[in-house]
């Protein structure tokens, strides 16, 4: 898994010619480092007697933003394997009718598949603004730009997942199944851009 590797390796592999990791694992990657600064926010909160009447809260926090930030890196790698199933079915044998039919069905498929893994990295990234918006409320002041930085890249997280939704739909002729993500998508996409601001502007008023 690319998350188990080295950093460096990992962006020499995305800025090579190489299709995989592309834009999809790079914004779960994003995401993963919004929800890690999430549980930052939080550990430096955790028994400071400041805070003692958020210490129930802010351990539910740490707990949330974890279990948030495994997903998102579990999908940096999963965006990988979609692509290589998505690059098999196009690469299918299409001399016969019966040959065409089979891989117009896995073109069909594999496209449906890489569609709902940006789209969980989408879902993930609101979870990461929606904490990050619990963090700069209650959490440690001295840490609070880091809640700041956490929503901004959930919401560059979730516009990078959007475009790698959108770039898959165009491929799908299922139009029911594609109104209904671009909808998600779309709502998503405006209840992040909603957090960011109201995190921001949080953010910037407690730096004074």
């Given amino acids: 898994m690319y998350v188990e590797g080295k950093i460096v390796d990992f962006l020499d592999k995305l800025a090579s010619a190489s299709p995989e990791p592309g834009g999809g694992s790079a914004s779960a990657l994003a995401a993963a480092i919004g929800a890690a600064l999430v549980s930052m926010v939080a550990n430096l909160t955790i028994g400071k007697e400041k805070y003692a009447d958020v210490q129930d809260r802010i351990n539910e926090l740490v707990k949330r933003s974890e279990a948030v930030r495994t997903r998102l890196q579990e999908l940096v790698q999963e965006d990988t394997e979609v692509y290589g199933v998505l690059s098999k079915a196009f690469k299918m044998p299409r001399d016969t009718d019966d040959e065409k039919a089979k891989k117009a069905d896995a073109i069909q498929a594999a496209c449906k598949d890489a569609t709902m893994v940006p789209y969980a990295i989408a879902e993930q990234c609101l979870q990461v603004a929606e904490l990050s918006d619990t963090a700069a409320d209650i959490g440690n002041v001295g840490a609070v730009s880091d809640a700041g930085v956490a929503v901004l890249l959930a919401d560059a997280g ?15 002729k299922d139009q029911a199944f594609n109104d209904e993500k671009w909808a998600g998508i779309t709502d998503i996409l405006s209840r992040t851009a909603e957090l960011k601001d109201k995190v921001v502007e949080v953010t910037y008023r407690k730096l004074g």
């Fill in 158 to 172: 979730a516009q990078c997942a959007a475009l790698n939704v959108k770039i898959n739909l165009g491929t799908i």
